[in-house]
């Protein structure tokens, strides 16, 4: 088997996207677990204030959501285009 | 080495990282249940059937991730090897990969709303069947990336490879392996915490478990999104080969 250059790079490229898409998930899924989490608990604590919380936790989820959607990004970029 | 010795070689090495990774989630979330139950137990002896029902319970559900890695591991070591091309070495190590790792948060996060459950039915027990409702709902919605991950690992398994070495559909796959693997990790153990919230805001106040079983439910799909994004990285990756 001889591997040429350029092979090797889109070999590499493919490894990148999964390490980067699976590693890159880890982060936001607990995050976002998390302000899930407490929102759950603050509604029980006071269920009048349930809209302004799952708005909180919405507004908090996609912030942290970002990092997940940079993952992805780079991933389609190093399958598509590398 | 041939390449059947290879193949041979990458089964057994992906059948220990399938059952190997998957055990550690299954095993904590076991345990985390199991130590919350003896908590309740202490604080309310004469409760001991409601709440070791709904341990038992909570721990099967919590061991299904770790029955997955077996069941891909037993696949792994008993597949057929003959004549296939030397690419499986790859895919093998790939649908490991993938099944071992995404069962470690699956099974993390469905132990962690059994144990609440546990907690919750010693301080409530008059509703133990909404508790034991939903915690069986956040359990199985944190169950969704280990079955990703049991899918990526059965589409590996079974793909008609072409035959003679490349390296690129090899990294393709071990790449999608590691995807779906590190990627159903995160998710599983955030689905299990929002779960984990929701059931114990219900011990505390049972009149608001329409609210909370729709807060839990919004807040784990949003969770879940990252987890999908790693399936639609895996499925291009493996699909390209």
Do not use: H
């Amino acid at each position: 088997m001889d591997i040429m250059g350029a092979d090797l790079v889109k070999a590499f490229a493919c490894l990148g996207a999964g390490i980067s898409m699976g590693l890159g998930a880890i982060g936001p899924g607990v995050g976002e677990g998390f302000a899930a989490g407490k929102a759950c608990e603050a509604i029980g604590r006071n269920p009048q204030e349930a809209g302004l919380l799952t708005r909180t936790m919405l507004v908090g989820q996609a912030v942290s959501e970002s990092t997940g959607i940079y993952s992805l990004v780079i991933a389609l970029l190093l399958l598509f285009v590398v | 080495m041939t390449g059947i010795e290879w193949i041979k070689a990458a089964s057994v090495l992906g059948a220990g990282m399938s059952v190997g990774f998957a055990a550690i989630g299954a095993a904590v979330g076991e345990g985390y249940t199991a130590g919350k139950a003896n908590e309740a137990l202490s604080f309310r002896p004469n409760l001991v059937g409601d709440i070791l029902k709904t341990m038992l319970v909570g721990q099967a559900v919590a061991e299904t991730a770790g029955i997955f890695g077996l069941v891909i591991a037993m696949l792994l070591l008993f597949s057929p090897i003959e004549g296939k091309s030397v690419l499986t070495a790859w895919a093998y190590m790939g649908a490991g990969l993938s099944m071992g790792l995404s069962a470690i948060g699956c099974g993390i996060g469905a132990g962690l709303p059994a144990g609440t459950a546990c907690q919750g039915i010693g301080r409530q027990p008059m509703v133990s069947g909404q508790l034991s409702t939903l915690m069986l709902i956040g359990s199985g919605v944190a169950q969704s990336t280990a079955i990703y991950g049991f899918l990526i690992a059965l589409l590996l398994l079974y793909k008609q490879l072409p035959m003679g070495m490349a390296i690129v559909p090899a990294c393709s796959m071990v790449g999608a392996g590691l995807c779906m693997g590190f990627g159903g990790i995160g998710p599983g153990i955030g689905e299990g915490m929002a779960a984990m919230e929701a059931v114990s805001a219900v011990a505390r106040n049972p009149l608001t478990v329409g609210l909370m079983t729709r807060t839990m439910l919004v807040g784990q799909a949003v969770s879940e999104s990252t987890g999908i994004y790693s399936l639609v990285v895996a499925l291009l990756l493996v699909l390209s080969v």
